[in-house]
């Protein structure tokens, strides 16, 4: 890890948040797969237009690692602090968790900020897996066999789909949180310790989301901050991944707990030693590897 982010000191690049939105996004897209593993070939790589509820067509990816079914279906939301990330920056990690786990993943685009403020990103998430949910055999997926996943502000939407889930009464059999956000403000032990990075620091974290919500209470609700739902009873079991040297790892734990304290089956793995955005990095950290396998094993247990 250390040597990682001292290549990525020595490379001089401007910080994500000294640049424009479209800037930072085509920053983040040319080192996306830099430190990933080769891109595993599938059988079978789609396209999709999902419908969001105001009209809009999202764009997603499917990948299946067989051309039979039905398969169980991830529902999968990128990180990138609501204002960048993509299908394509996420699209290495997509498809080991398909190869690995044997399900179907269904990458979704959801809109990005400061174009779309808090919360299209929830609304886009739950408008994908509401319309999964209902024409998942025309895929050929398993709507019995539905989980959400996604990782950082991705890891938010997966959670934020859970509890919606929970509350339309459609069962899902876990959520995949990969270092995700959950707390209001960032005033965590962790954010105050890795306030200067590596990788993702504070002022990185209040650029994102000074792009994203339109109001401090945007902050409070729920959706942008799951550690403020009222109740959490009854959502799906979930598998949380945290990176150790991360400054999201405490609301990463304090998510978890409050998952364990309403009765939910929660998987906890912390992985030492390494920053945010760990597990797009298999090329150069064992541990990213590790963390892939142990995702889709999570997801074989609960789908099989």
Same mark, same amino acid.
């Not at 939301?77 to 920056?89: A, L």
């Not at 979930?238 to 990463?252: F, I, K, S, T």
């Given at each position: 890890m250390r040597?990682?982010?001292?290549r =990525?000191e020595?490379a001089g690049?401007? +910080? !994500?948040?000294? *640049?424009?939105?479209?800037?930072?996004? %085509?920053?983040?897209?040319?080192?996306a797969?830099v430190l990933?593993?080769?891109?595993p070939?599938?059988?079978?790589?789609?396209?999709? $237009?999902?419908?969001?509820? #105001?009209g809009?067509? *999202?764009?997603?990816?499917l990948y299946? +690692?067989?051309?039979?079914?039905p398969l169980? &279906? *991830?529902?999968?939301?990128?990180g @990138?602090?609501? $204002?960048?990330g993509?299908i394509e920056?996420h699209d290495?990690?997509c498809r080991? &968790?398909?190869?690995q786990a044997?399900c179907m993943?269904?990458s979704l685009?959801?809109? !990005?900020?400061?174009?779309? %403020?808090f919360? $299209?990103?929830?609304?886009?998430?739950?408008d994908? !897996?509401?319309?999964l949910?209902?024409?998942?055999?025309t /895929?050929g997926? #398993?709507?019995?066999?539905?989980?959400v996943? @996604?990782?950082?502000?991705?890891?938010t939407?997966a959670?934020?789909?859970a509890?919606?889930a929970? #509350?339309a009464?459609l069962?899902?059999?876990?959520?995949l949180?990969i270092?995700?956000?959950?707390?209001a403000?960032q005033?965590?032990?962790?954010?105050?310790?890795?306030?200067?990075?590596p990788? &993702? @620091?504070e002022?990185?974290?209040?650029w994102?989301?000074?792009?994203?919500?339109?109001?401090?209470?945007?902050?409070?609700?729920?959706?942008f901050?799951?550690l403020?739902?009222?109740?959490?009873?009854?959502?799906?079991?979930?598998w949380v991944?945290l990176?150790e040297?991360?400054? /999201?790892?405490?609301?990463?734990?304090?998510?978890?707990? %409050? !998952?364990?304290?309403a @009765?939910v089956?929660?998987? /906890?793995e912390?992985?030492?030693?390494?920053?945010h955005?760990?597990?797009? =990095?298999?090329?150069?950290?064992p541990?990213?590897?590790?963390?892939?396998? #142990?995702a889709?094993?999570? *997801?074989?247990?609960?789908?099989?």
């Amino acid at each position: 890890m250390r040597s990682v982010i001292d290549r =990525m000191e020595r490379a001089g690049r401007a +910080p !994500l948040h000294s *640049l424009p939105p479209a800037a930072a996004r %085509k920053a983040y897209a040319l080192g996306a797969d830099v430190l990933e593993i080769p891109r595993p070939a599938l059988p079978r790589v789609e396209d999709l $237009t999902l419908p969001a509820r #105001d009209g809009h067509g *999202l764009p997603a990816r499917l990948y299946a +690692p067989q051309t039979g079914g039905p398969l169980p &279906l *991830l529902l999968y939301t990128h990180g @990138g602090g609501f $204002t960048i990330g993509s299908i394509e920056t996420h699209d290495t990690l997509c498809r080991e &968790l398909a190869r690995q786990a044997g399900c179907m993943v269904v990458s979704l685009d959801y809109r !990005l900020a400061p174009e779309h %403020k808090f919360p $299209t990103a929830a609304n886009d998430a739950w408008d994908a !897996l509401a319309w999964l949910a209902g024409n998942a055999a025309t /895929l050929g997926a #398993d709507p019995a066999r539905l989980a959400v996943g @996604g990782d950082s502000a991705g890891g938010t939407l997966a959670a934020v789909n859970a509890i919606l889930a929970r #509350d339309a009464g459609l069962p899902l059999a876990l959520q995949l949180l990969i270092y995700p956000g959950t707390t209001a403000h960032q005033d965590t032990p962790s954010h105050r310790r890795f306030a200067d990075g590596p990788v &993702l @620091g504070e002022a990185s974290i209040s650029w994102f989301f000074a792009q994203y919500v339109r109001s401090r209470a945007d902050r409070d609700d729920w959706r942008f901050a799951p550690l403020n739902a009222d109740d959490v009873e009854g959502v799906a079991p979930a598998w949380v991944g945290l990176a150790e040297c991360d400054p /999201l790892v405490d609301e990463g734990s304090a998510y978890a707990d %409050k !998952l364990r304290a309403a @009765g939910v089956p929660v998987d /906890l793995e912390i992985y030492r030693g390494v920053t945010h955005e760990f597990i797009k =990095m298999g090329r150069a950290i064992p541990e990213a590897r590790t963390a892939q396998a #142990d995702a889709a094993r999570a *997801l074989r247990t609960a789908f099989f």
